[in-house]
């Protein structure tokens, strides 16, 4: 196997009951939140009392503490092999930056030609390239977790230069070009800097300086089979935490508009599979090897719905379409990831050997 850089167990222990029921605890927290948003008046106003950069405060822990435990795993001194692999970085800012947002804008013009405001929402989002749960989901996957966190990082530099530009782009001067109709959106590379720097920045650091300092106090193999077990389940725990939260704040739009949500749905189901269906379909060609050929699918397939709901709650207001359709982003990326994570791991056949592959998705697993 070519292109890898992460280490895993042949055989893996029994899995937890976290572990071994993840898509139903996904679920549970999914309905869990919907319900609370839909059946507690005024739960939206508590949690959104307090935001950091636009993005309610229960909502931004979770992310933080969702994000640390797994960019603690990270071996920084490996990042230098995946810098070096230009086929990998290559593809993944033509997957992320060209075939994404040109995809999204040509979903939601097929399938939203008479709903200008969701489809103003859909684009939003297919422009907003994903820097939080994509670490998951790779993790989740076996992914290369070295390979991850520079592809996010980058996409972040990215993310910050371009999403202004390819906004006035996508909404403005493609569809005059076309003889569409025309909108813009309202944001800054300040504000989108502003964002990366919590939600990346802040446990990036962490989990480096944890790292550094761990293995310097105590050696690489305590940190490895002592200390990052420990903080492992926090990961999934962080993950289920910012779903119940979500979606209770946005429960009961969801719930109020199921056509519109349907609707919304489509394109997105579309987009997911599209995108990670052609980054798996990329790694392959290239010969990446598993590890890094998930990461590929990954960060292609995901999306910042932070970014899309905040940019177009500022610009279009809270109760806009353009809202509600980065709403449902998350409704329909959180199950279908899932499930491809499912897919990926089936796939790992394909490019290792069979007792390799009986590793499951797991928040506690070391590599």
Known sequence: MTGT?????AVVGKLSTLDRFLPVWIGVAMAAGLLLGRQVPGIGDVLSAVEIDGISLPIALGLLIMMYPVLAKVRYDRLDTVTGDRGMLTGSLVLNWIVGPALMFALAWIFLP???EYRTGLIIVGLARCIAMVII???LACGDREAAAVLVAINSVFQVLMFAVLGWFYLSVLPGWLGLEQTTIDTSPWQIAKSVLIFLGIPLLAGFLTRHYGEMAKGRAWYEQTFL???GPGALYGLLFTIVILFALQG???TSHPVDVVRIAIPLLAYFAIMWGGGYALGAAMGLGYERTTTLAFTAAGNN???AIAVAIATYGATSGQALAGVVGPLIEVP???ALVYVSLALRTRF???ASATVAPAAVKES
């Open 114 to 116: 008479d709903l200008p």
């Open 252 to 254: 009961d739009q969801i």
């Open 336 to 338: 279908v990831l899932v």
């Open 352 to 354: 290792t050997s069979p």
């Open 229 to 231: 077990p420990r903080i």
């Open 137 to 139: 989901w790779n993790d």
């Open 5 to 9: 850089t992460t280490e895993h167990p």
């Open 305 to 307: 719905f932070e970014l």
